[in-house]
């Protein structure tokens, strides 16, 4: 069955209050009667790292969604989850309380999950931030790389790798990322990832395939932290999301010796000055276990409608 009229879609600025900022992400709020093939086509067709498509709710009242790439059908990611809840508070939801839960639900095989949502009413009656939460479990490998093969693999000086008492680690909870700590924002923007380097590292054998780096923020906003990811499948001058190695991180926060149990917020923020930003808030239940509640916030930006005919 095809909607004769074409199917309407809304484009999203997640992790940021400011247009033309954060992640651009596609969002289909009816996308019934689309077929596997044609949501890969037409996430092929936007080529953005994410479209999203809701489908009627289930008997549970929970809003199923499907994730694509332009190549394939993706799990179900944190930057989906919010520019999903967006498009829904915006146009499907009444936000009658102070805070308006959304329940998602994917069932892509292998990658079941379900995910609540939590969307606050301004005073002005507009969308202000929305927060997702989980409960993630992590599994730490101590054994990485040396500062020399850090820095190598980085393309900077092994005077860059480390501060405050933090120190790298393999963190996984579901994917493993090689997390470092880096002595200065600008030399996270200097690190250029070099492939040789890291190949004739210990690195490739944690299975970890993208190292995600960390300084304290020096820039003038709330942001506690300075993000970004490198890897052997992203290009130098590409500044990927960082939603998905967010409860990694978070999880790579409570190991160092300082931080106590209970519950901590700090900000991160990814982007060059220059360049488009996000801003993710985060709250996180440390328990002193490798289990981790986390709550990723963030505000998102409505860009833009339209509608595409699906033959």
């Known amino acids: 069955m095809h909607n004769l009229n074409g199917y309407t879609y809304y484009t999203v600025d997640v992790f940021t209050d400011q247009p033309f900022h954060g992640i651009p992400l596609p969002v289909f709020p009816n996308a019934s009667g689309l077929s596997d093939c044609q949501m890969q086509k037409i996430s092929t067709e936007f080529n953005t ?23 394939k059908e993706l799990p179900l990611n944190v930057h989906a989850i919010q520019a999903a809840s967006y498009v829904l508070a915006n146009y499907s939801l009444d936000l009658i309380e102070e805070h308006t839960h959304i329940t998602l639900s994917s069932t892509m095989q292998g990658h079941e999950k379900v995910i609540n949502s939590y969307v606050s009413r301004c005073a002005n009656e507009t969308i202000g931030i929305i927060q997702q939460s989980y409960n993630s479990q992590a599994s730490i490998d101590y054994y990485t790389p040396t500062t020399e093969e850090l820095a190598a693999m980085l393309s900077l000086n092994p005077a860059d790798i480390g501060f405050d008492n933090y120190r790298p680690l393999v963190v996984s909870c579901g994917v493993p990322y090689l997390i470092v700590p880096i002595m200065s924002y ?55 999301p960082i939603g998905g190695a967010i409860p990694a991180f978070a999880s790579h926060i409570c190991e160092h010796p300082h931080i106590q149990a209970g519950t901590h917020i700090f900000g991160i923020q990814r982007g060059s000055n220059a360049a488009r930003q996000s801003h993710f808030y985060i709250e996180m239940d440390n328990k002193k276990t490798k289990d ?19 033959s």
Request: aromatic letters at 8%; a neutral charge; charged letters at 25%.
């Open 186 to 240: 600008t030399a996270i923007r200097e690190a250029k990832f070099n492939e040789a380097a890291w190949s004739n590292s210990s690195a490739p054998n944690s299975l970890a395939q993208e190292i995600f780096l960390f300084a304290n923020n020096t820039d003038d906003n709330a942001a506690d932290f300075h993000a970004r990811l490198l890897g052997p499948a992203i290009a130098h001058n590409e500044d990927p």
């Open 49 to 71: 790292t994410s479209t999203i498509f809701l489908l009627p709710m289930d008997r549970h009242k929970r809003h199923n969604i499907r994730v694509f790439s332009k190549e």
């Open 292 to 310: 981790l509640t986390i709550r990723i916030g963030g505000y998102a930006v409505l860009m833009g409608e339209g509608k595409i005919r699906v």
